[in-house]
């Protein structure tokens, strides 16, 4: 049976005229036992108990829609997946070439706005293809067969050229930009564009931009009717230009949405021959950092002591075996423990750490607010029913100052990164 | 006068440092000011040791506003600057160019980005590529390791290092997270001097043709407004929550079984570090 609602027009008529002769027989199907009665002295008399049904959670629901909701209130609609179309580029004549940063070999968030962009101007224009250029190992298999459900298909990409021998990783600008020349001897793209992100897109547009001899518009934020509008320095001015103008865009995050009404076929073409080059800048690796030097805003790791914390130095002595920066709830700091500067909340500091472990905190709005941007976060606490275990991803109901040394014994038996020693490397 | 000292105790290990500065623009007031880049350049230039430190800035230096911020340059403890005068809305970077040659320098420090006009961060790419030497962007710290070999210490996001090597001469840009710069004092900047040198000015024909308006606030992103096709959908993306909905949690097991799960979540994140 289809589970379409169905409208009787002839009974929402008959509902809606009340002197009607079969309107309390029709009220009756909509709403259950007759809701209005005649009563002895000829006055209609309503019934308020009669009104409506009893809902699937067993609260009393009244339809005032006519009985439309009620047939949906049943069955949850089953919903169909919709298949995103394929659309394929078969015989490209020209390419907008996108250099995506894919940390960690997965899309970012400000790569799909850039594709979405560098699909809307590749649209634009007559058998276009948009060809991502990705530097480093690619974390879902890629394949020169079409491949429409790959991350990069479904962020509209229809050819892909990779570059992921030993030479391109690490900080490789030289080695990256001549592959790019490389493709822009061979493939000729109409417009190179990049996520204008520090060390990488930002990087790499600038050096092809120098090489080529060509103005690249930076910072570009909205590209609009043939429009370019980038912000000037200090974010004190919008620059306007045509987009004719130039050939190599960094594109800020947001310029455009992503790609997510079709499916493109994401198929891998042969890169093209690079040229080793002599590398001037070479990478010596990353340098450990002491935690507690990077600002609270920035970290990547917090632990974040509260008011359930009664031993101070097992405290620091943690944060360092874990080589996270320390944090603080703010009736810590207003106790005293705990520097002003290391607050965390909206009177204090907005992290935006990965991972944030929440030791004796109960988890107030005003601290809360200061954790909405983390991705994980840990809860150690004594109150099952605090707030923070509500927010958080794993929690842990325990004595702290217990869960701490079992912890720093578990990193410390193996062997794991010691504050001073142990940082991963961000490339 | 301390440099001049530097220099002679030991001309053996001696090279020259070119330090580039231009006017910066306050970024709440936008009132001209010291860039807080390119002085942060100019500290790392002044806390390197056996080097003689030049300044330039390309300019147009006739404008008594922009003296003054040069004189605040002048305040860290300089005895001049080279000014090669330029006319207004010009390209600065053939005169840079042409004044790096003359110079000799071994390393040329910039700023990243400049905070006035379009502060595209393209000049110090540009002398890079007209010298032929290899540029290196985001550094915080630049040290002589002997031999021309350099270490510099680059800046990646969420306040992670990098040490790189590099033979001078190359090009670097100083990023924001470098050291502050030194205060500047108003008595030794009047004493320094503008020197200025005539090198001829190209004008800048594409700034000339764009529009500059003050910045709009850019618009906010709607969550999936656009798929949202019935407004029920709609509603529910303005007001969906971001938090998540509650995890696991552990009550019963021991202190060691909870901190292993902990544990493996570290690890599993990538925050802590596996040896064995
Ligand atoms: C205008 C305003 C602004 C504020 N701004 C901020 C802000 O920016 N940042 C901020 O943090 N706060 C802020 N606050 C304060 C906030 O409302 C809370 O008072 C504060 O966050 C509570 O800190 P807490 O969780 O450490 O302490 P508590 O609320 O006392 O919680 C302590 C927690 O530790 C647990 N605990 C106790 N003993 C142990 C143990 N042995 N082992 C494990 N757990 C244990 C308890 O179960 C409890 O959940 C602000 C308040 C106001 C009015």
Same mark, same amino acid.
């Given at each position: ?144 067969? =079409? ?16 570059? #992921? ?72 001015? #919008? ?12 594109? =800020?995050?947001?310029? =455009? ?8 076929? =994401? ?161 | ?276």
């Amino acid at each position: 049976m289809s589970d379409l609602i169905r409208k009787d027009p002839r009974k929402d008529w008959i509902l809606r005229n009340r002197l009607h002769p079969l309107h309390e027989q029709v009220a009756a199907e909509m709403n259950g036992p007759a809701a209005e009665v005649r009563g002895p002295s000829g006055l209609i008399r309503r019934n308020p108990h009669a009104v409506g049904f009893i809902g699937p959670n067993g609260i009393k629901r009244i339809d005032r829609l006519g009985g439309s909701a009620a047939a949906a209130a049943g069955a949850k609609r089953e919903q169909k997946e919709e298949q995103l179309p394929i659309i394929a580029i078969d015989a490209p004549q020209a390419y907008v070439a996108v250099v995506v940063d894919m940390p960690n070999g997965e899309l970012s968030a400000h790569d799909k706005d850039v594709l979405g962009q560098a699909r809307a101007l590749a649209d634009a224009a007559e058998d276009t293809a948009v060809l991502a250029v990705v530097f480093g190992p690619v974390k879902a298999a890629l394949g020169t067969e =079409a491949n429409p459900d790959h991350p990069l298909g479904l962020a509209g990409v229809d050819r892909v050229v990779v570059f #992921d021998s030993e030479a391109y990783q690490g900080f490789a600008p030289e080695q990256q930009l001549e592959a790019m020349l490389a493709v822009e001897r061979t493939l000729e793209p109409a417009q190179w564009l990049f996520p204008d992100t520090h060390l990488s897109g930002n990087d790499r547009a600038l050096r092809l931009a120098a090489r080529l001899g060509e103005r690249p518009i930076m910072h570009a934020w909205q590209i609009k009717n043939g429009k370019v509008t980038s912000r000037g320095g200090s974010e004190l001015t #919008d620059i306007t230009r045509e987009l004719a103008s130039a050939r190599i865009l960094a594109l =800020a995050s947001e310029c =455009a949405m992503p790609v997510d009404e079709a499916r493109y076929e =994401a198929r891998v073409i042969a890169s093209p021959a690079v040229p080793d080059v002599l590398t001037r800048i070479k990478d010596a690796g990353a340098v450990a950092v002491d935690p507690n030097q990077i600002s609270l805003g920035e970290a990547e790791f917090i632990l974040s002591a509260g008011n359930g914390i009664h031993d101070w130095d097992q405290f620091h002595e943690a944060a360092r075996v874990l080589g996270a920066t320390e944090g603080a709830s703010r009736v810590a700091v207003d106790d005293g423990f705990m520097p002003r500067f290391r607050q965390v909340g909206a009177t204090g500091t907005w992290v935006t750490a990965r991972v944030y472990i929440a030791v004796g905190i109960s988890g107030a709005v005003q601290h809360l607010q200061g954790i909405g941007s983390c991705e994980k976060v840990i809860a150690i606490n004594t109150d099952a029913g605090c707030d923070m275990v509500k927010r958080a991803d794993l929690s842990v109901i325990g004595d702290s100052q217990e869960i701490l040394a079992a912890l720093m014994a578990k990193v410390q038996a193996d062997g794991a990164a010691d504050g001073d020693e142990g940082k991963h490397d961000v490339a | 006068m301390m440099l001049h000292s530097k220099l002679s105790s030991n001309p053996a290990k001696n090279y020259t440092v070119a330090t580039l500065v231009s006017v910066g623009k306050h970024p709440k007031s936008g009132r001209p000011r010291r860039s807080d880049q390119d002085s942060k350049a100019l500290e790392l230039a002044l806390n390197m040791d056996n080097r003689s430190v030049h300044v330039i800035h390309a300019g147009d230096s006739s404008d008594p506003l922009r003296q003054s911020v040069l004189r605040e340059y002048l305040g860290m403890g300089l005895e001049r600057i080279d000014v090669t005068r330029q006319n207004a809305n010009s390209d600065a970077v053939p005169a840079l160019v042409e004044r790096l040659k003359m110079l000799q320098a071994d390393v040329v420090l910039t700023g990243s980005r400049a905070e006035s006009g379009e502060g595209s961060g393209m000049v110090p790419y540009l002398i890079a590529q007209a010298l032929g030497w290899p540029m290196v962007p985001a550094a915080v710290e630049v040290t002589a390791a002997g031999d021309g070999e350099f270490e510099i210490l680059q800046a990646l996001p969420r306040g992670q290092r990098r040490l790189l090597k590099v033979r001078a001469p190359f090009v670097a840009s100083v990023d924001s997270a470098a050291a502050e710069s030194r205060q500047t004092a108003w008595a030794s900047g009047q004493r320094g001097q503008l020197q200025e040198m005539a090198i001829g000015s190209n004008p800048d024909e594409v700034m000339s043709q764009v529009t500059v308006e003050p910045a709009r606030k850019r618009p906010k992103r709607i969550a999936s407004a656009k798929k949202a096709k019935t407004a029920a959908d709609r509603f529910k993306a303005a007001t969906a929550k971001s938090a998540s909905k509650g995890g696991a949690i552990l009550v019963k097991e021991s202190a060691e079984e909870k901190a292993q799960v902990i544990y493996d979540l570290l690890v599993s994140q990538g925050v802590i570090n596996k040896k064995k």
